[in-house]
């Protein structure tokens, strides 16, 4: 579920003439009953919305006075949100004549043509107070606050990100309201501003317009609009020639990243979560390898020396907002498989009662989700949605996982296999593609649309700063480590991270340097467990091109400390 609350302006909206109607209430009822939560924002006063509106026990949160104060119905708390109105500006009103008049706890209301008296009552006592109009009202409240900054305040103590939730209303009041929603709907005797701005426009108008968008909520969760709405699209990728953007809905997506080591996959990742993140989306990462520890976007839970805590990585996401990044060199790789199960059913708890968070990455699939595995229902639900699962081999993955996936993307050498792979799996009829894709490129086809597409990978930032502490300072694993043992193996000099390499390479004899070089291990080791291709073949290039073995050494560490920020 990734609309986990529905706000709802009231007059105009739910309520007709000031009343809500039987149909109207049942539908909120089934709304409460699919596990979704419920705003009312509204631009009356609170004794005036008791007074006409007697199940307020349908909603999570009040918002009234247009954005200036908070109710709680359960326990009848009441917060304003501002400032109460100053006195001298309802007695200068009320000596100009103006009538009717209320105040509220912040807000100071009248109808029009009373809006000329009201501005100049606010330029004469040099007020910093704002006139919002709403069909005929005018409400005068201080600067700043409007419905929009009031439903902000009603999801953050419901920890409830804006974007995932659905808005609904009719009048220009509503429109930063609905702005700030991911998804915004007027109904149909919506002002023609409201209509025009919305991603849907109900058939029926008041109450009968908001039951047909409680009960497309519960059957779709809106995902059709999202997946045409363009602002709820990141880029994948672009075409080959730089051209035209392909766009999906990373949270309605469910895809296999597929590629050798070496072959882009970190690169496709990471550029897809960076613009996930620009797009309001939060991810979390499943980490094995310790690939995405650098990205700003995201805080890391879990170290090289201590394992991450579920608990921990489920309150960063719910109480801060946070991007996490789930690093898992602190678990033995036989357990992994066993805290990923543990992991993920409470990351989808979160994502059923909050929406979040909307995309989730994890790499290494076809450990964590092995072939001869058969993860139960809890642990991958059927219509799983918004996770990218990534891996060096397709095959290897379990049948399960590849039953969900809807994309297939293939980076590197042979992705005509994975493509292969997923098809067959999918039922699709198998492409025949030969070779190995350059580096930058990606294919890329889906269960909607099956033809393989060709394109360009969109990088991200964070690969251009590759300051990355895993392979400039941390500790790589032994299998991964680089071993200085010349021609005769009398030295065994391990390289943990890349400022060990060029330490230990600048100190040993120029015999020993020039046996890897000429073995070409240099480039082999940056392209297998450095994961960077594009070093790989420029250190291969030096490995190549016959010139003096300490200017070899000296063009390596230059191609090296070009990428990567590394210790003084």
């Not at 969760?221 to 080959?240: M, N």
């Not at 060029?502 to 940056?526: E, M, N, P, Q």
């Not at 073949?537 to 070009?562: F, H, N």
Request: proline share 5%.
């Amino acid at each position: 579920m990734h609309y986990a609350a529905l706000a709802t302006d009231y007059d105009g909206t739910i309520a007709h003439d000031g009343a809500v109607d039987p149909p109207t209430i049942a539908a909120l009822e089934r709304l409460r009953a699919s596990g979704r939560r419920l705003v009312l924002v509204t631009g009356r006063e609170l004794p005036d919305l008791c007074r006409v509106m007697n199940r307020l026990d349908l909603f999570d949160r009040v918002v009234a006075e247009n954005g200036g104060l908070l109710y709680r119905p359960e326990t009848r708390e009441e917060c304003p949100l501002a400032e109460p109105p100053p006195a001298a500006l309802v007695e200068r009103l009320r000596e100009r004549g103006v009538s009717p008049l209320s105040a509220g706890r912040v807000i100071v209301a009248t109808w029009e043509p009373h809006e000329t008296e009201v501005l100049a009552a606010i330029h004469d006592l040099g007020l910093e107070q704002q006139i919002t109009f709403n069909k005929g009202a005018v409400m005068v409240l201080p600067a700043g606050v409007t419905k929009e900054s009031g439903l902000r305040a009603a999801l953050a103590e419901l920890e409830i990100a804006p974007l995932n939730c659905a808005g609904v209303g009719d009048a220009e009041n509503d429109l930063a309201m609905l702005e700030l929603c991911g998804a915004k709907v007027a109904v149909a005797n919506a002002l023609a501003s409201v209509r025009e701005s919305a991603d849907l426009v109900t058939a029926a108008a008041r109450g009968a317009g908001v039951a047909e968008l409680v009960d497309r909520l519960i059957a779709t969760d809106l995902a059709e609009i999202d997946r045409a709405a363009p602002r709820r699209q990141v880029a994948l990728a672009q075409g080959e020639d730089g051209g035209e953007l392909l766009r999906i809905a990373a949270h309605r997506e469910t895809m296999l990243l597929a590629g050798a080591s070496g072959g882009g996959k970190t690169t496709v990742t990471v550029g897809l979560l960076e613009r996930a993140a620009a797009a309001g989306l939060q991810f979390c990462v499943v980490d094995p390898e310790g690939d995405y520890d650098g990205m700003e976007q995201a805080v890391v839970e879990g170290t090289e020396t201590q394992s991450p805590v579920v608990a921990r990585v489920a309150e960063l996401l719910r109480k801060t907002g946070a991007n996490v990044t789930v690093s898992l060199l602190g678990v033995k790789l036989a357990d992994r498989p066993a805290f990923l199960a543990e992991l993920l059913p409470e990351l989808l708890r979160l994502r059923a009662r909050t929406g979040r968070p909307d995309f989730i990455a994890i790499d290494e699939a076809h450990h964590l989700f092995p072939q001869d595995a058969d993860p139960a229902g809890t642990v991958l639900p059927t219509g799983l949605e918004g996770v990218l699962f990534i891996t060096v081999r397709p095959q290897s993955v379990a049948s399960r996982v590849l039953d969900l996936v809807g994309r297939i993307i293939a980076v590197g050498g042979e992705p005509g296999a994975a493509l292969a792979t997923f098809c067959r799996a999918a039922g699709l009829p198998e492409p025949q593609i030969a070779g190995a894709l350059e580096t930058g490129l990606l294919l890329t086809l889906s269960r909607d649309d099956p033809r393989p597409r060709r394109l360009r990978v969109i990088p991200g930032a964070a690969l251009h700063r590759r300051h990355v502490r895993k392979y400039a300072e941390g500790t790589l694993s032994e299998d991964r480590s680089f071993y200085f043992r010349g021609a005769d193996g009398r030295l065994n000099l391990r390289a943990t991270n890349l400022a060990m390499f060029l330490a230990l390479g600048d100190g040993v004899d120029a015999a020993t340097w020039a046996f890897h070089r000429k073995r070409r291990d240099y480039s082999r080791w940056i392209g297998t467990a450095i994961k960077d291709a594009d070093l790989a073949r420029e250190i291969d290039a030096v490995e190549q091109d016959g010139s003096e073995t300490d200017t070899a050494r000296r063009a390596v560490r230059a191609a090296i400390e070009r990428r990567y920020t590394l210790p003084a």
